[in-house]
């Protein structure tokens, strides 16, 4: 069983739909969270950056934590076509000096 | 700008030809390290460096070899590369309460 198990998709939704993304994990010592964008030939670029429990707002993104549940979730509002990408998850025992843990990324695709 | 650099991006050798892919940040961060990307496998860590001259294995070392001579560079080397180490490559470094910041990628390709 993976550490972090996230749906590989393709998750296609409608331009400005609410995209859902989730990952689950195992590891009870995770504390930051973080969610990952990667276009297509390019490496991945930091969305989201949690710790512990709670919710995270940016702009058109939100990023939830729950760790009673081992659960983590990225909301993405007024979805654009630009969104279009796959999303990683990614978590950490310790804030620096420590690598992350990767799920294995969701596709999405908002169609115009 | 805070940057990471890979080179090269694209790559395609023969088994068994010794390679360097080399890796530069310009952030000052002490942790570095390296991930191959594969279909349905998703990213796995290579090799990782806390700080200058060390070093330690990550989840996939095997047929690998990483060294750390100075704070910004952290080149990945392949002394025998094998079909199997056809991927797509990544380094990152990482500073502070943060995440990683990844270079663009190197993909390669071991025929």
């Known amino acids: 069983q993976k550490e972090v198990e996230q749906d590989p998709g393709p998750l296609s939704v409608p331009e400005g739909a609410i995209v859902s993304l989730n990952c689950t994990y195992s590891?009870?010592?995770?504390?930051?969270f973080m969610w990952y964008r990667q276009y297509s030939r390019k490496g991945p670029e930091l969305l989201m950056y949690?710790?512990?429990?709670g919710n995270k707002e940016d702009g058109r993104f939100t990023a939830q934590v729950d760790k009673s549940s081992k659960y983590i979730s990225l909301f993405i509002r007024d979805s654009q076509p630009s969104d279009s990408a796959t999303y990683l998850c990614?978590?950490?025992?310790?804030?620096?000096?420590?690598?992350?843990?990767f799920g294995g990324g969701t596709r999405v695709l908002v169609k115009p | 700008e805070a940057q990471v650099t890979q080179n090269p991006r694209y790559l395609i050798t023969v088994t068994g030809k010794k390679l360097t892919v080399t890796c530069s940040q310009n952030?000052?961060?002490?942790?570095m390290s390296w991930y191959r990307q594969d279909p349905g496998l998703g990213l796995r860590q290579i090799y990782y460096?806390?700080?200058?001259?060390?070093?330690d294995k990550g989840d996939v070392p095997e047929g690998y070899k990483v060294s750390r001579k100075e704070k910004r560079n952290f080149p990945l080397i392949l002394e025998s590369p094998s079909p199997n180490q056809t991927s797509l490559y990544f380094c990152?470094?990482?500073?502070?309460?943060?995440?990683?910041?990844f270079g663009s990628g190197t993909r390669l390709t071991v025929v």
């Open positions: 990152a470094t990482r500073g502070g309460n943060y995440g990683y910041t």
């Open positions: 990614a978590m950490s025992a310790k804030a620096a000096g420590n690598k992350l843990t």
């Open positions: 590891n009870s010592a995770f504390q930051y």
């Open positions: 949690t710790y512990s429990s």
């Open positions: 460096s806390m700080n200058v001259e060390v070093t």
């Open positions: 952030m000052n961060h002490e942790y």
